[in-house]
């Protein structure tokens, strides 16, 4: 049961960057997928999810309108097309996948509902 995070780097503001989640060991296409970051010094925080199959998206307010988050089940991979970053979003990002429970269950916001962590991606972004 893996999950591997790549994509990160050192870019400017206003520059684009995106980060890939490969999945292995488990039935991807039973889990919804979410993206954390945790900034030095700070909590975690939830950055946004898709659901099983990709019918809905969620986002938190600091990034909506900017970052994209998708999945390719047949590759097993989940996105997130970060664009017009700005020096906030300076962090440690962390794929994640939470295992759904019902058919109308939704991706959660809280980490603690997420099974399955992959190891962090750092995004840097200088002004």
């Known amino acids: 049961v893996q999950l591997q995070a790549s994509g990160g780097g050192l870019v400017q503001s206003g520059d684009s960057l995106r980060l890939s989640c490969a999945a292995s060991?488990?039935?991807?296409?039973?889990?919804?997928m979410g993206w954390f970051r945790q900034a030095p010094g700070k909590e975690r925080e939830f950055v946004a999810a898709?659901?099983?199959?990709?019918?809905?998206?969620r986002y938190a307010d600091s990034v909506k309108g900017r970052f994209t988050i998708s999945r390719d089940d047949a590759k097993m991979t989940v996105l997130l097309q970060m664009n017009n970053l700005i020096p906030e979003d300076t962090a440690e990002y962390y794929c994640?996948?939470?295992?759904?429970?019902?058919?109308?269950?939704?991706?959660?916001?809280?980490?603690?509902?997420?099974?399955?962590w992959g190891q962090g991606t750092l995004v840097t972004v200088s002004s």
């Open positions: 994640a996948a939470q295992r759904r429970r019902s058919v109308i269950s939704e991706p959660a916001l809280n980490g603690d509902a997420y099974e399955i």
């Open positions: 060991g488990f039935f991807f296409g039973s889990y919804h």
């Open positions: 898709i659901r099983v199959g990709g019918s809905r998206t």
